[in-house]
């Protein structure tokens, strides 16, 4: 038996959106968002990334098909922009759109099928048959609610498509390497050390042809190469914050050169 396919971040099952099934179902607005608690990754598009590099550094994940991710912060469980409860601590931030999106999102009902069925994560506690909210049907058809609710999806996929195409581009020419970024506060005896994310290579970047590199500024692309080199400066800022809540791993030795011989 074939193990069913992973399901995205944030969620735990997927059910298609249905007029029938779900006549009487409801919206209620939630100010909480217990789902981001320690996710400290976020994957962004690139139409987001002017907004994303004012308050987080954006990089690219790993392994063969990079992507880009926002971090809300620099260790695996650690969310320093919401509280315990899932309440963003910020009054000015930009909510990355994969965020806002859930718990919905456009979906292929079968693996040929080409046409994408907005579904929703039937374990999220904003939607369901309550007493209270916003319908997300009327007669039968649906409300006006539901019409943006797909909208916003449709849009989301939209840039999801221009953000493969230019993860790919940015393959293809070579510009990613594996990043790195040592930190060492005051009084530490060893740095903290991140690894494991990748950025762009600003050394080729600077050493592509002027035909490359105007091409890129023509396309738009070379804006976001530099909205992304721009943003990695507020890693230490994020640490800050880390250091701030008392979230911080204990620092690794950097590892010692072998003897030859």
Do not use: W
């Not at 579904?119 to 916003?134: K, L």
């Not at 058809?141 to 195409?165: H, V």
């Amino acid at each position: 038996m074939a193990s069913a396919p992973s399901l995205p971040l944030f969620y735990n099952g997927l059910e298609p959106l249905s007029s029938e099934a779900h006549a009487n179902y409801k919206v209620r607005p939630q100010d909480t968002a217990p789902f981001l608690v320690g996710q400290h990754a976020i994957p962004v598009t690139v139409d987001e990334f002017p907004l994303v590099q004012r308050f987080m550094p954006i990089v690219f994940s790993v392994g063969e098909q990079p992507i880009p991710l926002a971090l809300m912060g620099l260790n695996e469980g650690v969310n320093v922009f919401v509280s315990d409860e899932g309440r963003l601590t910020e009054t000015n931030f930009y909510v990355p759109a994969y965020v806002r999106r859930y718990p919905y999102m456009l979906a292929r009902l079968r693996p040929e099928a080409e046409e994408l069925s907005l579904c929703f994560d039937p374990t999220s506690p904003t939607i369901g048959a309550f007493d209270e909210g916003d319908a997300l049907f009327e007669n039968g058809q649906p409300s006006e609610l539901t019409k943006n609710i797909l909208s916003f999806n449709e849009s989301f996929e939209q840039a999801g498509a221009r953000t493969q195409n230019f993860m790919t581009e940015l393959t293809e020419m070579g510009l990613l390497m594996d990043g790195e970024v040592s930190i060492q506060p005051d009084g530490a005896d060893q740095p903290f050390v991140y690894r494991g994310f990748q950025m762009v290579n600003e050394e080729k970047l600077v050493d592509l042809r002027g035909d490359q590199l105007r091409k890129m500024s023509q396309s738009g692309m070379l804006p976001l190469l530099y909205a992304h080199l721009f943003s990695l400066s507020l890693m230490r800022d994020i640490f800050a914050r880390q250091a701030q809540l008392g979230k911080m791993p204990q620092p690794q030795p950097q590892p010692q050169l072998q003897p030859v011989g």
